[in-house]
């Protein structure tokens, strides 16, 4: 099995996935995501506080959220 | 079955004033003593340095009251206003109406900015800014008729008494063929009996054929209204474009609508879905970092949280279009159709809920213990029909609450009812109580400042103990965010001129999250930049969610991201090709601190204005009880070791929440100190002569009152 078959999508991109891959982990990989406390994964939100137990799977699709800025 | 019973006691015809560039140049003031209709021309100067908006609501008002002047006198105005940019339809948020009064909360002047389509029909009916003091003596329904050039006065009778029904009353009697001409801002009886009525201002939802509303609902303006006894003010125009507002350059106003909307269809669906959930999405995100307010504010997450955040809401939103301004493309104005309340005048029937935002759901649930989405589109429903608003109203609860569990009041003083957190049905028959101005909820709708007194007087409750949980500050419940963890937001509260809403500031995530402002001065920095970028949206009759909730996708890439760099550009464009006046993202924060300084030197006139008034209670600051420090121990136990280098290994908690205390109030006073040295006023927290010279509002009138305190 290659390499290219194990991915995820992240904001629309390809993005290699490996097992035991977290949202903590992921995020250490793209740049400028200094300013990311939320990401949507697969639909469902994850904050900053749950991205080091967050485990992605692969195929998952996964948004990164701006900013947040309050009501 | 319209049987309402309108008597016109004055009427007027006038020349509909020629809107250029998004002015009118005239104001409209309604003066119900003598029932007068007078309109007055907008001088070029007042133009120039209060732009529109709040700035003009705030000038009309410093010249219709004085500093004794107490919320319930003839004198204290209303005034509506939308701004130059208010009513461009297709630029997202670009409707909004900005309403001033001083506050029976407060004492001092208060600010609420709102959709529906009252503030644009009011101003392409020919008036930028309208004025109602002065008292009735009947009840009073003013009709500003944009089609026939006409201003009525009506005494009524007959009125539906909630804003429900009142405003769906008025929307088919003044228009019954096409309802979409009108838009009608209503009380309701919650708004005569308590402190904190707000106002709810219509639009006709085309696509439902039916009315909405959206509240102005901070400070209890609709209060004010109702002991003027007034029941509506009704507009009505016709037809409007993008041409409306006559602008400066329309192929600039055409391009930055059209980018601005077509960034936001595209990017919202990848970001927070507002069009689908509103704002319910930051109920999950500030559990998560424990910043939702729960048990009146003591603690920051639960886990049943999850039963009414966006994942519940998002299914019961009824589908459709939910913009509270024409063709706002993130339609964020959620609601939810058929709902059948459980308690009630409108038990057993069908209504339709407008809402709940984040504020509601988190100030009337997670804050009262209340885990339930239909108790909390309940009471939605009712605060909105009764005229109160529900983010006084949860934080008030909230304390009630904590109260009445520490028995600082009793069943004998609730009427028998227990208050604990989560009692649903208790909760809602105090809102109903107060719609009625009878039993425990009469107390309640005074508001945290005067309850603590009247607890303490009249039921012997320990004083300093609800100084310490009553979350109010200015006279002002605080809005639904929890602000132990991030020093730069209790400053966004505490220094916030009206009082504790996050409309001026919201820097928890930039501050606790992402420690992006880890100096004093950064964060005074912060406190000055942010509340004058704000302001400026009050100014030009905008809502501020299209600014920073969806941004474009390499905003990250900047280097301040939170302040959406090439947002600021557009709405600079935005202003140049409407005004004329050509003006960069800089000229922007310019225009807004010449009002934001004249509004603080308007508290002064008040009575208020200084560094005394720029308290918060101890529990937006640090935790107050042992049990709130143990729940958080290891975060606080971290901090006395390793950022304040004490020795706690034979403190009792109790000793540390002392220790902590001391060191977190230290905290706040010099945050104070280099705010107000960054805004150019004294260490009273009062604008300096230099200051008010720079920015152009050195009126006699102000210099005198600086003067007064001190200042020359
Ligand atoms: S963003 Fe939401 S609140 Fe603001 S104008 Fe649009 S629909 Fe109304």
């Known amino acids: 099995m290659g390499l290219n078959n194990f991915l995820i999508e992240v904001d629309e991109k390809q993005v290699q996935w490996s097992e035991n891959m977290t949202i903590a982990s992921l995020l250490e990989t793209l740049d400028n995501v200094e300013f990311c406390s939320v990401v949507r994964l697969n639909g469902k939100l994850v904050s900053s506080p749950k991205f080091t137990e967050t485990i992605i799977m692969d195929n998952s699709k996964i948004q990164l959220l701006p900013l947040v800025a309050g009501g | 079955m319209d049987q309402i019973n309108l008597k016109e006691t004055k009427a007027i015809s006038y020349e509909k004033a020629e809107i250029k560039k998004g002015y009118t140049d005239q104001s409209l003031r309604i003066n119900l003593d003598a029932a007068d209709i007078i309109i007055n021309p907008i001088e070029e100067q007042i133009k120039n340095k209060f732009i529109g908006g709040k700035g003009y609501d705030l000038w009309l008002m410093w010249n219709a009251v004085s500093g004794d002047t107490k919320w319930d006198d003839p004198e204290n105005a209303i ?10 339809p297709g630029y997202p948020g670009g409707g909004k109406s900005i309403v001033t009064s001083i506050s029976p909360l407060t004492g001092a002047p208060i600010d609420s900015n709102v959709g529906g389509y009252f503030g644009p029909y009011k101003k392409f009916a020919g008036f930028d800014v309208i004025q109602i003091d002065g008292k009735a003596k009947q009840d009073t329904v003013i009709f500003i008729d944009g089609i026939e050039n006409t201003i009525q006065i009506f005494e009524a009778e007959n009125l539906p008494t909630d804003s429900y029904e009142l405003s769906d009353v008025l929307t088919h009697h003044f228009d019954q063929d096409k309802p979409v001409n009108v838009s009608v801002v209503t009380a309701g009886p919650g708004a005569e009996h308590t402190f904190f009525g707000c106002l709810n201002f ?27 006894k007034v029941k ?81 809401y998002e299914h019961i939103f009824d589908k459709g279009f939910d913009g509270c301004w024409r063709g706002c493309a993130v339609a964020c104005a959620h609601g ?6 459980f308690t009630g005048p409108y038990r057993g029937k069908k209504v339709f809920v407008d809402g709940p935002e984040y504020e509601t759901v988190a100030g009337c649930g997670s804050n009262l213990g209340i885990f339930d989405a239909q108790t909390i589109l309940e009471i939605n429903f009712y605060c909105d029909a009764y005229g109160l608003d529900t983010i006084s109203v949860g934080t008030s609860l ?31 028959e105090i809102i109903h109580q107060m719609a009625r101005g009878e039993g425990f909820g009469a107390i309640v709708g005074k508001g945290i400042r005067q309850m603590k007194k009247i607890f303490a007087k009249d039921f012997g409750a320990d004083a300093a103990f609800m100084q310490d949980i009553g979350m109010e500050s200015k ?46 001065e950064d964060k005074a920095e912060a406190l000055h930049w942010f509340p ?97 420090y143990e729940s958080r121990q290891k975060r606080y136990d971290e901090q006395l070791k390793e950022k304040y280098n004490l020795d706690i290994s034979s403190m009792s908690s109790r000793d540390k929440v002392a220790a902590l205390r001391q060191k977190r109030e230290e905290q706040y006073e010099q945050l104070k100190n280099a705010v107000y040295e960054r805004r150019g006023w004294t260490q009273n927290g009062i604008p300096t002569v230099a200051t008010v010279k720079r920015l152009g509002i050195d009126f006699p009138e102000v210099m005198e009152v600086l003067k007064k305190n001190g200042v020359e």
């Open chain 2, 79 to 88: 005034c509506i206003s939308s701004g130059p940019l208010g009513g461009t």
């Open chain 2, 202 to 228: 219509s639009w006709w939802d085309a696509g439902r054929k039916m009315v909405r509303y959206k509240q102005a609902g901070r400070g209890g303006i609709g209060t004010v209204f109702a002991d003027k």
């Open chain 2, 232 to 312: 509506a003010i009704v507009a009505r125009y016709g037809a409007i474009s993008m041409k409306a507002n006559n602008p400066a350059d329309f192929d600039a106003l055409k391009l930055v609508t059209k980018t601005h909307a077509k960034e936001i269809n595209e990017l919202d669906p990848k970001q927070n879905r507002m069009a689908l959930v509103g704002t319910t999405h930051l109920v999950p995100i500030m559990n998560d970092h424990d910043c939702l307010p729960v048990h009146n504010f003591k603690y920051g997450s639960h886990p049943e949280s999850k039963v009414i955040g966006e994942e519940v």
């Open chain 2, 336 to 341: 939810v159709k058929d709902f059948s309340p």
């Open chain 2, 398 to 428: 909230g304390f009630v609450m904590e109260c009445f569990e520490n028995n600082l009041i009793t069943l004998d003083n609730t009427g028998g009812m227990d208050l604990s957190f989560g009692s649903r049905f208790n909760a809602l």
């Open chain 2, 475 to 520: 006279g002002l419940e605080f809005s639904e965010y929890i602000t132990k963890e991030s020093l730069a937001q209790q400053g966004g509260y505490g220094l916030a001129l009206k009082g504790p809403q996050h409309d001026e500031a919201w820097l928890i995530f930039l501050d606790m999250v992402h420690n992006f402002m880890p100096t004093f």
């Open chain 2, 532 to 628: 004058m970028f704000r302001t400026w949206f009050g100014l030009c009759g905008l809502c501020k969610l299209p600014w920073n909730d969806i941004v474009p996708e390499d905003n990250k890439n900047t280097p301040e991201p939170a302040k959406v760099a090439k947002h600021l550009g557009w709405y600079a464009d935005f202003f140049s090709a409407v005004t004329g006046r050509k003006s960069g993202p800089d000229d922007l924060i310019a225009m807004s601190e010449g009002v934001y300084n004249f509004q603080r030197v308007f508290n002064l006139k008040m009575g208020y204005g200084t560094r005394e008034h720029d308290t918060v209670p101890y529990r937006a600051v640090g935790p107050v009880t042992v049990e709130e």
